[in-house]
């Protein structure tokens, strides 16, 4: 059953910026974009497993920073190859200067 987990503070992410979280040993993806609106996918590129945190963040995209495969995070959508495979999304929502993920 999923619940909301207390992720991170909202100031701990920079505006075009993502944050790793892990939790119950999955690793996932905190981005906040240029709107100031948090979102949430899987932690890692589905082409070959590295970590998206750490990408190009611009706007409501993330580039990979192996292999520059670009996925829409409000969405999952690969956008470039060579990722072939959307990510999972997962509610996010800021409350008291903290942001929750519905995982």
């Known amino acids: 059953m999923a619940h909301w987990i207390n992720a ?29 609106e948090y979102f949430c996918t899987d932690g890692l ?19 990979c920073p192996k292999h520059s495969s670009i996925f829409d995070f409000s969405t999952g959508e690969v ?11 997962y509610p996010a929502k800021v409350e008291n200067g903290r942001v929750f993920v519905l995982v």
């Open 45 to 63: 590129c589905t082409h070959e497993e590295i970590h998206l945190a750490d990408g190009l963040v611009m706007e409501n995209t993330v580039e």
């Open 79 to 89: 956008e470039t190859p060579p990722a072939c495979e959307n990510l999972r999304t």
């Open 8 to 36: 991170c503070a909202a100031a701990d992410i920079e505006a075009e910026a993502g944050l790793r979280f892990d939790h119950d040993d999955r690793t996932f993806a905190i981005f906040r974009n240029d709107s100031d």
